[in-house]
């Protein structure tokens, strides 16, 4: 079946850097466009930014500049760096595929001001 593993994330200072992994298992990765969501206590969840097939990327204008998605199809595994941070990226980051619905457990990411 399906899994997701989210890692890496932890409490930084404003303006600090983190990345973020996702490791893929039960899918054919290099196939599958991934997504990185974030929830952030008390809000819906958000979409962040895509990586297609092809590694064409795209993001949410409230990271534009600051968040980088890439992907590793040997490890099956997708990445999210994150710069210049800021308290408003504190949220629970998770990773989704494009095509099956299922969710991982996701890594808190916290940003102290």
């Known amino acids: 079946q399906v899994q997701l593993a989210e890692s890496g994330g932890g409490l930084v200072q404003a303006g600090g850097s983190l990345r973020v992994s996702c490791k893929a298992s039960?899918?054919?990765?290099?196939?599958?466009?991934m997504n990185w969501y974030r929830q952030a206590p008390g809000k819906q969840r958000e979409w962040v930014a895509y990586?297609?097939?092809?590694?064409?990327?795209n993001y949410a204008g409230f990271v534009k500049g600051r968040f980088t998605i890439s992907r590793d199809n040997a490890k099956n595994t997708v990445y999210l760096q994150m710069n210049s941070l800021k308290p408003e990226d504190t949220a629970v980051y998770y990773c989704?595929?494009?095509?099956?619905?299922?969710w991982g457990q996701g890594t808190q990411v916290t940003v102290s001001s």
């Open positions: 989704k595929s494009g095509t099956y619905s299922t």
């Open positions: 039960g899918i054919i990765f290099s196939i599958n466009m």
């Open positions: 990586i297609t097939s092809s590694s064409s990327t």
